[in-house]
Structures are given as structure tokens and as C-alpha cells.
């Protein structure tokens, strides 16, 4: 069972921050919850797999920054 934790998170924001978008640093405390509310629990009676996780957070990132951006 794979599910996206705030560690996973942390993770991400370090990653966007180190390459290139350091104004996306820290993430609020609102975005995070939608996508721990997003990948945070299995969707039963399916699974997340690392893929669907990195590819769909990936997704929800880039769109909410470039949605606020403009």
C-alpha cells in the first residue's frame, strides 16, 4: 500500500525549491491538505502506485503554481 505522507511532502518541497522554483517554498498548510486528501488514503478498492503518486502530485503542483502565477 502506498499512500503520500507529510514527510513525502517535505520531500517535494525541497526538491521543487532546489531545482529552480523556490518561489513555490513552503507550500501552505491548505495545499497540503488537498493533496493529502488527494493521495493520502487508498481508494478503495484500488491502490496508488508510486507512479499515479509522483505523476499526479507532479500535476496538481505545476497547475496550481502556474494557475496563481498569472
Known sequence: ???????????????????????????LEAFKSKLLDVYGAEPYPYEWTDQDIHEGTRKIISAFFNDTNQ
Open 1 to 27: 500500500m502506498i499512500l503520500l505522507t507529510r514527510k513525502d511532502i517535505e520531500e517535494m518541497e525541497a526538491y521543487y525549491f532546489w531545482t529552480g522554483q523556490p518561489h513555490w517554498c513552503p507550500f
